[in-house]
Nanobody
């Protein structure tokens, strides 16, 4: 069973950048398809980006395409979300997630069985 811990969130001005990290522990990291989601109070969890097990295929929500980049480093058991040109509407709690039985990338949050605790990102205007 994999355990996920996110970090790297914080407060940033609009137009700025942040890089979120998600460190995975447990069985082989490369056997998991990984994803990033975000959620604001009163709203459903929203897909942001996903990456396949091998890291060769990525998928993005239209709202972040061209601004966010998902990547993974198997040597460090870590998946990253690099966020550029941040907007106030990107403000949310960001969660990483893992899927142990599909190649990915996966857009649907119901396909992920493991979740981190979340990290807050706040973008000021």
């Amino acid at each position: 069973q994999v355990q996920l811990v996110e970090f790297g969130g914080g407060l940033v001005q609009a137009g700025g950048s942040l890089r979120l990290s998600c460190a995975a522990s447990g069985p082989t990291f490369s056997s998991y398809a990984m994803g990033w989601f975000r959620q604001t109070p009163g709203k459903e969890r929203e897909f942001v980006a996903a990456i396949s097990r091998a890291g060769g295929t990525t998928l993005y929500a239209d709202s972040v395409k061209g601004r966010f980049t998902i990547s993974r480093d198997s040597a460090k058991n870590t998946v990253y979300l690099t966020m550029n040109s941040l907007k106030p509407e990107d403000t949310a709690t960001y969660y990483c997630a893992a899927n142990s039985y599909q190649l990915g990338p996966l857009r649907n949050n119901h396909e992920y069985g493991y979740w981190g605790q979340g990290t807050q990102v706040t973008v000021s205007s």
